[in-house]
């Protein structure tokens, strides 16, 4: 299989899709006249705007992520609340209790805890309401893979409780777990829900489940993934990072395969975009 990438290309060792196409020995091309498979839209930024070419190459082959063009906090916060009926960003002058106040844009700083209310808001951040996770001290984060309609597994992040600056607290382990023992069936469906309304064929969320309500809360959505990087060495044992990425790894190629099949039997209609039909 081969993958067009535009209007960039994955260079860093870090994103955890190299790992993957390394895996399945895929090739990748940046030049729109080979030939190829399937196409993916790909720019580490918050918002994106695709290239005309890629809406073209929609009509006949699949385009990965070609919907997914604003993963902004602002804009993760909308659809979540229409997906989930609830949110977790506060108005910071009105609301009363401890919040994260963090950049709008994607992976900038990671955040601080403030008391609110605040006289005057930080430009270009929002306020989110803290969602108490801990178990025993320690607060859990659930690393949410989505691939292609699915969630092959979960990662089971174990840091220290939150206090002050979150990028200061400890890594405390990584645990592999199947996505049904994370979450319940309806809770997957929301999951996916969103993840398609988001545009996300490819990425990761990040999850938080709330200890006092049982509430699922998305805060982040990870189109260039590269957090749960697979080439990390502190943050995984050997054995658990090969199994994760074979694991990773099969779900693409199953799914991708499926998807070209399901292109190449069919006509797609002019105006259809992003990896799947409606």
């Known amino acids: 299989m081969k993958l067009l990438f535009?209007?960039?290309?994955?260079?860093?060792?870090?994103?955890?899709?190299?790992?993957?196409l390394k895996h399945l020995d895929y090739s990748t091309t940046k030049t729109p006249s080979d030939d190829y498979d399937a196409a993916f839209l790909w720019q580490d930024a918050t918002r994106v705007t695709p290239p005309s070419l890629l809406e073209i190459v929609a009509r006949s082959r699949p385009v990965l992520n070609l919907r997914c063009t604003d993963i902004s906090k602002l804009h993760v916060e909308r659809v979540f609340r229409e997906v989930f009926g609830y949110g977790s960003l506060v108005d910071p002058t009105r609301h009363h209790g401890r919040c994260v106040?963090?950049?709008?844009?994607?992976?900038?700083?990671?955040?601080?805890?403030?008391?609110c209310p605040v006289a005057?808001?930080?430009?270009?951040?929002?306020?989110?309401?803290?969602?108490?996770?801990?178990?025993?001290?320690?607060?859990?984060?659930?690393?949410?893979?989505?691939?292609?309609?699915?969630?092959?597994?979960?990662?089971?992040?174990?840091?220290?409780?939150?206090?002050?600056?979150?990028?200061e607290r400890a890594w405390l382990g990584t645990e592999r777990s199947d996505a049904a023992a994370i979450y319940t069936p309806a809770e997957r469906e929301l999951i996916l829900d969103f993840a398609r309304r988001m545009g996300v064929d490819f990425g990761e969320l990040d999850v938080l489940r709330s200890r006092h309500d049982g509430r699922l809360y998305v805060l982040d959505v990870n189109k260039t993934p590269s957090d749960y990087?697979?080439?990390?060495?502190?943050?995984?044992?050997?054995e658990d990072r090969r199994r994760s990425l074979?694991?990773?790894a099969g779900c693409f190629d199953r799914r991708l395969r499926d998807l070209v099949a399901d292109y190449a039997g069919a006509a797609v209609p002019a105006a259809a975009g992003g990896a799947a039909r409606e």
């Open 120 to 167: 005057a808001p930080a430009p270009g951040c929002v306020y989110q309401a803290l969602i108490d996770s801990e178990r025993d001290g320690v607060q859990i984060e659930y690393r949410t893979p989505v691939i292609l309609g699915a969630i092959p597994e979960v990662k089971v992040w174990r840091r220290e409780a939150v206090r002050g600056p979150l990028h």
């Open 229 to 238: 990087n697979l080439l990390n060495r502190v943050r995984w044992r050997a």
């Open 6 to 20: 535009l209007p960039d290309h994955p260079d860093r060792e870090y994103y955890s899709v190299v790992a993957i």
């Open 246 to 248: 074979a694991n990773l």
């Open 101 to 115: 106040v963090k950049s709008d844009e994607n992976a900038v700083g990671g955040g601080s805890v403030v008391d």
